[in-house]
């Protein structure tokens, strides 16, 4: 569908037929956000105007996956008629996606014309009682990328992996590997030459108090709700320890905040500063991805026969001591490899990454938990702060690297590259349709519903006119045909592709009972459905069959043209013969 589609779509259902009077301040607004507009790329452009037609018609995932794949997307910018896609989910009552707009960073501020717009023409009272009670000066804590590095300080958190100190009048347990990338200071003395390589506790570049090493500390982990604006002695001590550790950042967003001049104002600028630390994050995430996680990859080659197994492979055979010390004295940090067998290179892939990030995985998660893992790997040595274990990094050993198959499949390095990217920034830029079914059940054996989600929209997305042509070109695009995607939809659980192929095969019932071969390969895959169901009685339905007559109702929505026989019942006719065929009553 094209963005001049969707937009012309959504014109009509949301202005007003007769001309609105708009007051100079807003025509100002307006036409600050067209030179916004213009210098946003094209991309940007095109994702704002999809995720404006999603939030109008609901459609969480999309809107969810779009604001997650474009990182230089600004979802408050207006469009041509002063709608943000907030307003538009408000306005249209989709209370789900007003939650996620919130939490990505939508700002509602009831001092604002686009604020009272947006709380006072919502649909619903729980919706407007959301916007209401919305403080817009909290950071998006439970957006997944910025909530799980904020996790990595929670003590309550068994998978931190701290491996190093610092040290003030409290201390504060930390990981190489976060601050380095965070922080070109950091990084410097935490190098393998630096003056801090060999040191697990360092003290505070200069006698600087508790609080502002706790700025510092949130700051880098992306959490902000710390920062002393309102404490003027604070905030000149802070301004020279951001000096000290050079977080130019920092101190310029602070400086911008405190330059507004009534709260109003602040507090805009404040929710801006808490958007661009977490955006730069993200960026700084994907730059240690790119040059040097990714680049830092071992790559041993294999030889096998034709007949080997590759569940009962073994991948840590073919890495070496030497190869582990490669990675200890690298500038990654990594604390564990993840090995991945790519039969297209013949290769075995290790990649060094930090358990810390990959436990976003549930899998890996449930893994690091586990009392088998613990056994395989010696226990690293370590110092004591109460309950918490500090890593002594520069005392491990290649046996302190544990070796683990990032998939049970051979899913190769391709598909591995993206799962990477999206457990370390939260999202991945394009996800190949050739690779979509592979990531797919990638996604699905390390349980990670979001890199599933965008999978499925990356599929739906793609085919949603439903039409006849897209229907065929399923093969062509991702290598399996719309009844194989059905298939991969039942074993990975993926509910939104089930419903949009069912959907498909509703609209294009016709033209499959037409061709022999796509009759055939219908009736084959209502068999399998119907043999989901275990002990299946005579009265049961089945459910590919009930999702195809829903979608042919819907389909043609009760047109008052028709005659005789209307195309529901004439679909529905269809149906009901492929059972009878088949020998099956539903």
Known sequence: ???????????????????????????????????????????????YKDLCF??????????????????????????EWNYTPLILASLCGHKNVVQMLLSRGAVCDRDTLQGARCIYGALNDEIRDILISFDISKKDAVQPFASHLISLLNPLNELRFNDIVLSSDTEYYLNRFVLALRNGLFRKHLAKDGKWATITKIAALKSFSSPIIKCIVDYIYVKTDTLPLNNSQIQKELFEACDEFQLDELKSSMETVLSEPDRRLQAKARHQMEYNIVK??????????????????????FDVKSDTDFDEFEPSRFITDDMKRQVLDSESFADILLAVIDTDSMRVIF?????????????????FKSDLFASTVPDPPTIARGDTQIIKRHELLPEHIPVVRMFMSTLGQEVADIVISHLY????????????????????????????????????????????????????????????????????????????????????LGSIVSDEGEKEKLIELIKESAHRIKEREDVDTIELVDDIRYYIT?????????????????DNEIIDSLLTYIGLDA
């Open 280 to 301: 730069t994050a993200q960026e700084d995430l994907e730059r240690f991805v790119d040059e040097v996680l990714l680049k830092s990859k071992l790559e041993v080659p």
């Open 554 to 570: 819907k389909k043609y929505g009760g047109n008052p043209d028709w005659q005789v026989m209307d195309p529901v019942e004439r």
């Open 1 to 47: 569908m094209s963005s001049d589609v969707i937009i012309d779509d959504y014109q009509g259902d949301i202005m007003h037929d007769e001309p609105v009077q708009i007051p100079m301040y807003v025509e100002s607004s307006r036409n600050a956000s067209a030179g916004a507009r213009e210098h946003h790329s094209a991309l940007a452009q095109s994702a």
């Open 351 to 367: 990649y060094p990454v930090h358990k810390a990030i990959v436990a976003r995985s549930e899998y890996f998660e449930t893994m």
């Open 54 to 79: 999603s939030c109008r018609i609901g459609d969480y995932d999309t809107a969810e996956s779009i604001i997650t794949s474009t990182p230089d997307l600004d979802i408050n910018m207006v469009d």
């Open 425 to 508: 920034r939260d999202y991945v830029h394009s996800i190949p349709p050739e690779l979509t079914v592979d990531v797919l059940y990638a996604a699905d054996e390390l349980y990670l519903d979001r890199l599933k989600r965008m999978c499925a929209v990356n599929m739906t997305s793609r085919f949603a006119q439903f039409s006849w042509e897209e229907y065929v070109s399923c093969e062509s695009i991702y290598g399996v045909d719309i009844y194989d995607f059905m298939r991969i939809a039942w074993a990975t659980r993926c509910d939104r592709i089930e419903h949009h192929i069912s959907q498909m095969l509703a609209h294009n």
